[in-house]
């Protein structure tokens, strides 16, 4: 590396890295956007009544609503805790 390197620009990615972020961004807009608003009540009630009998972490439960053409399917994942 000579003393001459130092001052030469060097190309940046900058642009790109901003635009790949931009995008994540934009999908997790438009995913909250088509969410129902009443998943996060339904999502803490269905936690109430797991933990009634199981202890599981608020993380491990997942409540999602996805459309399949003129339906909409809810789709429910709970993360068991390893039994003893």
Known sequence: MG????FR???KNTAKMAKERLLIIVA???SAQSAPDYLPLLKREL???IRKYV????DA???DV???GDQEVLELSVTLPEGK
């Open 61 to 63: 439960v997942h409540v």
């Open 9 to 11: 620009s060097r190309p």
């Open 3 to 6: 003393l001459l390197d130092l």
């Open 28 to 30: 997790q807009e438009r």
């Open 66 to 68: 996805q459309r399949e």
């Open 55 to 58: 202890n599981v972490d608020p």
């Open 47 to 49: 936690l109430e009544v």
